[in-house]
């Protein structure tokens, strides 16, 4: 979301005022559409240097949606540091005491079509982050892929991430670099086995293990894996919008109803109508409901939209209600309470709040 939504566009002043204009419309239409199915605020990690304005752009437009936080993903580590990155990055998020840190971490993909810096450049970046995180008491979202050992042996010398002190006074928003007061460690889109789950859960109670359509089971033979041993006080919820789709669980036409055409002018919604007719007459009334249906409806004709347009999908943060049921169902859990501990473990982490009382107890296994 925060990748793509507000950049800039080229040209001519009235031609770049124009097309801002219409971006800002799209991304308030998908902030509607995710408020519509019950999404009451969301994390959005900036991944360069370069996202760090748009990152903070879109914080400032929904001060009670955005909750943001700020890093350099491994994946732009490779001629991405400029130097002094690492007091900049400091500087910022002492003027911006609701933000969290990150996207940080290790990628260690060995298929990966990226040209992914060296393990060694990967580590000493994220020192840096869980330094500045931990010196700052904000929380800290990380990017493990292949690497749960060697996050596991450097983030270790940073333990014990722990949640907020329910007996702290509340940090508010004011010049206070406390202002969420917890140092939280999120496993951005986790993949990882059960070993690997209790390994990192020791490293305190404030370790959370963010779930999204990737994590899911491919396979209906297959099991839930690592994430049966992930208890209720651990879990939050992600859809890595405008990445991390997956068609498997979601339908492809469902997110594109939702992220074509939302905020556009009149021209060029009538000129994409006749394609998106079906679709988003289905989602008219979006609630978890209509969701639900409409991912069961919109399967087969959204794989014919793209094969036919061969265009790129855009997740979005609506699409969690889509997903919910799916990860409840691959948990072993009811939907109502994975919910509801999303819910409070993701205010606890982004928004400050002092845990529910039993929350911060480390559970499962």
Same mark, same amino acid.
Request: aromatic share 2%; no cysteine.
């Given at each position: 979301m925060g990748q793509w939504a507000l950049r800039g566009g080229e040209g001519d002043?009235?031609?770049?005022?124009?097309?801002?204009?219409?971006?800002?419309?799209?991304?308030?239409?998908i902030v509607a559409r995710a408020r519509l199915v019950g999404v009451a605020g969301v994390a959005c990690c900036s991944c360069s240097e370069e996202d760090w304005k748009t990152v903070a752009a879109l914080a400032a437009r929904y001060p009670d949606f955005v909750h943001p936080s700020f890093g350099l993903h491994p994946w732009c580590l490779e001629g991405g540091r400029k130097p002094g990155w690492e007091a900049r990055l400091e500087a910022l998020l002492r003027s911006l005491p609701s933000a969290g840190v990150g996207e940080s971490g290790i990628d260690r993909a060995k298929t990966s079509k990226r040209k992914l810096p060296s393990l060694d450049v990967q580590l000493e970046a994220l020192r840096v982050h869980a330094r500045i995180a931990r010196e700052l008491r904000r929380p800290l979202t990380v990017h493990c892929v292949k690497a749960a050992g060697a996050i596991h042996e450097t983030l270790s010398a940073f333990a014990p991430f722990s949640r907020r002190d329910p007996t702290s006074p509340s940090g508010g928003s004011g010049p206070s670099p406390l202002a969420l007061d917890n140092t939280c460690l999120v496993l951005h889109g986790w993949q990882g086995h059960k070993?690997?789950?209790?390994?990192?859960?020791?490293?305190?109670?404030?370790?959370?293990?963010?779930?999204?359509?990737?994590?899911?089971?491919?396979?209906? !033979? @297959?099991?839930? #894996?690592? +994430? /049966?041993?992930?208890?209720?006080?651990? $879990?939050?919820?992600?859809?890595?919008?405008?990445?991390g789709f997956e068609p498997r669980c979601l339908g492809e036409g469902l997110v594109r109803a939702l992220a074509e055409g939302e905020?556009?002018?009149?021209?060029?919604?009538?000129?994409?109508?006749?394609?998106? !007719? @079906?679709?988003? #007459?289905? +989602? /008219?009334?979006?609630?978890?409901?209509? $969701?639900?249906?409409?991912?069961?409806?919109?399967?087969?004709?959204?794989?014919?939209?793209?094969?036919?347009?061969?265009?790129?999908?855009?997740?979005?943060?609506?699409?969690?209600?889509?997903?919910?049921?799916?990860?409840?169902?691959?948990?072993?859990?009811?939907?109502?309470?994975?919910?509801?501990?999303c819910w409070e473990n993701a205010r606890s982490v982004f928004c400050g709040a002092a845990p529910p009382s039993g929350g911060g107890e480390s559970g499962g296994g």
């Open positions: 002043e009235g031609e770049g005022e124009n097309e801002e204009n219409r971006r800002h419309r799209r991304l308030d239409a070993e690997e789950v209790l390994r990192l859960s020791r490293l305190g109670n404030g370790v959370f293990f963010s779930l999204g359509a990737r994590s899911l089971p491919r396979k209906e !033979e @297959e099991t839930a #894996g690592g +994430l /049966s041993h992930i208890p209720p006080s651990r $879990l939050l919820i992600e859809t890595d919008s405008p990445d905020g556009e002018g009149e021209e060029e919604k009538e000129e994409k109508k006749e394609e998106k !007719e @079906e679709a988003v #007459g289905s +989602l /008219s009334n979006s609630t978890q409901q209509g $969701l639900a249906a409409a991912k069961k409806n919109m399967n087969q004709e959204s794989s014919k939209h793209h094969n036919a347009r061969n265009a790129p999908l855009l997740n979005q943060p609506a699409n969690v209600a889509a997903l919910l049921p799916e990860l409840a169902r691959a948990l072993g859990r009811d939907e109502g309470e994975v919910a509801r501990a």
